[in-house]
């Protein structure tokens, strides 16, 4: 039993977590390991923090949304898609372990960042109507990232930024926004599928969403208002900081 000073604890990892994720992904660096300190069992943590990182990707979303900072020609695609990826993976989950994917996920990082580092032309002032190609390109992308981020997660958000960036030549406070598409859609279906499951618990899911959702309007705010720049350094401190964590975990195992 989770005492009200801890719940009050990890409602307030929640806020940090749902304003860093709104801005770049990598939320659950803060909430997973919150949550496994609390001492819940693994399985528990995981169903619980998707419980409660849906409402802040709701949040941030609709913030993204009601500012203009998403391509609204590429939602449809992106959520459909991104949820049925999500769905395929979490199911995968069940059957294999997610371990294998570490090293790839590692190597996968370390090139977003470079990505991200790399100098880029200002984008047009009037983005360009998307061409049909790239349009049919959104399809695996969108898949592939929900399928990623059900079956195992970790730095699925700034994979994301750096994937519409490359393919639609974004810019990171764009491609922020479009990210939270497949992000709210992969966290949907994986919400649903371990709340059918009763794997979820709810009297901590849902303060902890509260407070979640608080910190992603902040965070999606901010990075409409500040821009690239913003962006352009959480995306790279999340990246460093999910090379190291994941490092340190293949040494120790």
């Known amino acids: 039993m989770l005492t009200f000073g801890t719940i009050t604890l990890l409602a307030i990892a929640a806020f940090f977590a749902g304003l860093v994720d709104a801005i770049a992904g990598g939320g659950g660096l803060i909430t997973v390991p919150a949550l496994l ?16 990182s849906s409402f802040g990707a709701v949040s941030s ?8 900072g998403i391509d609204r020609r590429r939602v449809p695609i992106s959520f459909v898609f991104g949820m049925l990826g999500s769905l395929a993976g979490a199911r995968v989950l069940l059957l294999v372990k997610p371990e294998p994917l570490k090293p790839i996920v590692l190597v996968l990082l370390l090139v977003a960042a470079g990505i991200v580092l790399l100098p880029r032309k200002p984008p047009p ?3 360009p109507e998307p061409k ?20 195992f997660g970790p730095g699925v958000g700034s994979m994301l930024i750096v994937g519409f960036v490359m ?22 279906a994986a919400l649903g ?16 969403a509260a407070a979640n959702a608080t910190g992603a309007f902040v965070g999606a705010r901010l990075a409409v208002k500040r821009g690239d720049r913003l962006v352009k350094t959480m995306v790279l401190v ?7 964590k994941m490092a340190y975990d293949l040494v120790r195992s």
Do not use: E
Not at 238 to 244: E, R
């Open 125 to 127: 002032a009037v983005p």
């Open 61 to 68: 979303f609709v913030s993204f949304w009601t500012r203009n």
């Open 238 to 244: 999340v990246v460093c900081v999910l090379v190291v």
């Open 37 to 52: 300190a609390a001492g819940l069992p693994p399985q528990i943590a995981l169903a619980t923090n998707k419980g409660q």
């Open 132 to 151: 049909t190609h790239l349009m049919i390109a959104l399809v695996p992308m969108a898949f592939g990232f929900g399928f990623y981020d059900g079956f």
């Open 167 to 188: 393919l639609f030549g974004d810019t990171l406070t764009r491609a922020s926004g479009n990210a939270k598409v497949v992000n709210l859609a992969s966290n949907l």
């Open 193 to 208: 599928l371990f709340a059918i499951k009763g794997a979820v618990l709810w009297r901590v899911a849902l303060p902890m």
